[in-house]
């Protein structure tokens, strides 16, 4: 398996890993529209293939935070691998090389809003407890589920704000667990 930053003529092959892992068009939409929102950018978009087939993808894109902050920030969304390739650590690699790649260009923290019990296996921890409140409000029951990840260590101190998304994103029921 190898990975690599998928190419604007793959975008096929994107929005097919994210069908497929979803069983529905609603991610491949999502990432679709995240592509094409200069709000975005700078966007790191990854897939892995095993042979000459795409098995996963996973997309990060731009964040700020409110108030501003001098940190650059990302958001991992989403995170997709094939059905029949589930299971055989391609997420997690997936989640390390687009952690690495993102690290060297200088990104401070990555958020997440994902399941509660993947995440922190890659190194995220509940960002709400310290300071980090997502896009829209998260039921009590799920803030575990909005996780962070500092990459450089560049905290100045507690912070205690808001992270805030591509345009794309800014969508309540983006941010149910």
Known sequence: ??????KKTELKDVLAVESAAFDSVEEAE????????????P?????AFENDRAV????FTRARLEPESSESVALLAPLA????????????????HGLKCLSESG???V????????YPRHGFTPAGKHGYNA?????????DAWMFQRLNQTETGNYTGTVTVAEKLRKPEYWRE
């Open 43 to 47: 966007v790191l978009n990854l897939l």
């Open 111 to 118: 958020f997440v809003l994902g399941h509660p019990g993947y």
């Open 81 to 96: 691998v094939v059905p029949d390739s589930q299971g055989k650590g391609i997420g997690g690699q997936l989640i390390r």
């Open 107 to 109: 990104v401070d923290i």
């Open 135 to 143: 896009p829209y409000p998260i039921p009590e029951k799920d803030s």
């Open 30 to 41: 999502l990432v679709n529209d995240l592509l094409h929102d200069p709000s975005a950018e």
């Open 1 to 6: 398996m190898h990975i690599r930053e998928a």
């Open 56 to 59: 996963g993808h996973i997309l």
